[in-house]
């Protein structure tokens, strides 16, 4: 058994060679999507799933060709909304192929990849005993695998349904430098229009 600082370099892993690569599809993929805009909120039971439904939906009605990425990963529901859930998944040599629900839009959740509506997402390893520690970055690897592995085509918008939490602007934009814009979603309360003020400053 090797020590750390046994070890040359990366050890023969080439992690800076995958992560290169990675970085490279992604720039590839989001080369393709003309207009990509994230839906946020800081707070969770606002209707961002329903807004991203609605606006994919409206603009695929009118001969867009519309993605939608749920990137909420323990609590997916587009594919549902969409009409995509249950679909089975299919990997080409392009990366996964999307499904698509009853008006083509393209759907990437979490949702898809779990067996059944009540299994969370769990983290395994050494360190699952501190998965609250890990998750958030866990969240942020999880969204950039499915920005660079779907094989999403040419797209005219990408909607990006985000998770509740106002650090998840700042953890998307450097995957998606070029992020059109944020739309911000609230309820008319007090306590919602608190909270959701803290994100639309994060998004200026």
């Given at each position: 058994m090797k020590r750390y600082r046994e070890i040359a370099g990366d050890g023969g892993s080439d992690v800076a060679g995958?992560?290169?690569?990675?970085q490279e599809r992604l720039?590839?993929?989001?080369?393709?999507?003309?207009?990509?805009?994230?839906?946020?909120?800081?707070?969770?039971?606002?209707?961002?799933?329903?807004?991203?439904?609605?606006?994919?939906?409206?603009?695929?009605?009118?001969?867009l060709k519309v993605g939608a990425l749920d990137a909420d990963i323990n609590g997916p529901?587009?594919?549902?909304?969409?009409?995509?859930?249950?679909?089975?998944?299919?990997?080409g040599e392009g990366g996964l192929q999307p499904p698509r629900g009853p008006l083509g839009i393209a759907v990437v959740s979490m949702d898809l990849f779990l067996p059944d509506d009540q299994t969370p997402v769990r983290w395994t390893g050494p360190a699952e005993g501190e998965g609250y520690l890990w998750r958030g970055a866990m969240e942020v690897a999880s969204l950039r695998e499915f920005l660079a592995d779907t094989?999403?085509?040419?797209?005219?918008?990408?909607?990006?349904?985000?998770?509740?939490?106002?650090?998840?602007?700042?953890?998307?934009?450097?995957?998606?430098?070029?992020?059109?814009?944020?739309?911000?979603?609230?309820?008319?309360?007090?306590?919602?229009?608190?909270?959701?003020?803290?994100?639309?400053?994060?998004?200026?």
């Open positions: 995958q992560v290169g690569a990675q720039r590839a993929r989001m080369a393709r999507i003309a207009v990509k805009v994230a839906v946020a909120s800081g707070k969770g039971g606002v209707g961002k799933s329903v807004i991203v439904a609605n606006l994919a939906a409206a603009f695929a009605t009118r001969g529901s587009l594919a549902k909304m969409l009409g995509a859930r249950g679909q089975r998944l299919t990997f094989e999403w085509g040419d797209l005219d918008l990408l909607l990006l349904d985000l998770p509740p939490g106002t650090d998840r602007i700042p953890n998307l934009v450097p995957l998606l430098p070029d992020l059109h814009g944020v739309l911000i979603v609230t309820l008319p309360s007090q306590v919602s229009q608190l909270i959701v003020a803290k994100s639309v400053t994060v998004a200026k």
